[in-house]
């Protein structure tokens, strides 16, 4: 009986060695009191007009379709509101959102992707061509301000 509970105690203190290799080997950090809690937040974009991972300029929009003309609404810190005139069947709007927005940016039509949002309201579109996100911004908020 007293061997029995060496063997697991053995056992146990084997485990957590093995699980402390696994650890560290993992990169994950030991345990200890030096360590902080903070938690590493990723940074907000700073605007509608941002961006990506892959170093794409991505631009938050608000479609309105079925409008009666293509404009440039509302510019505010989270999206570009547009109207779109073409009805939300098909990817019409889609399409016209995308003519509509390389007209305004003066872009090539095929610079001009919709990457989120085919079905809803809420779209983010790809500019492919090499520009600047402070250039976007200003030619969008300048569309936005003319009568």
């Given amino acids: 009986m007293l ?7 053995w056992a146990r203190v084997g485990a957590e060695a093995a699980a402390s290799r696994l650890a560290s080997a993992s990169g994950m950090p030991k ?3 030096g360590q902080s809690k903070e938690l590493v937040k990723p940074l907000p974009p700073a605007g509608p007009v941002a961006v990506d991972q892959s170093g794409s300029i991505t631009i938050a929009i608000h479609a309105k379709p079925g409008s ?4 440039i609404t509302d ?20 399409a016209e959102l995308c003519r ?4 305004v940016l003066e872009l ?8 989120k949002g085919g079905k809803s ?5 790809k500019i492919l ?19």
């Fill in 75 to 94: 510019v505010t810190t989270e999206n570009i509101s547009v109207a779109i005139a073409a009805p939300p069947s098909e990817g019409e709007a889609n």
């Fill in 100 to 103: 509509y927005l390389s007209k």
């Fill in 3 to 9: 061997y029995l509970g060496r063997w697991a105690n």
């Fill in 129 to 147: 061509a090499s520009t600047t996100p402070e250039e976007i911004l200003e030619k969008l908020k300048k569309e936005s301000e003319a009568p």
């Fill in 108 to 115: 090539r039509k095929s610079d001009v992707i919709l990457d």
């Fill in 31 to 33: 345990k200890g009191k």
């Fill in 121 to 125: 309201r809420e779209k983010v579109v």
């Fill in 68 to 71: 009666k003309q293509n404009a």
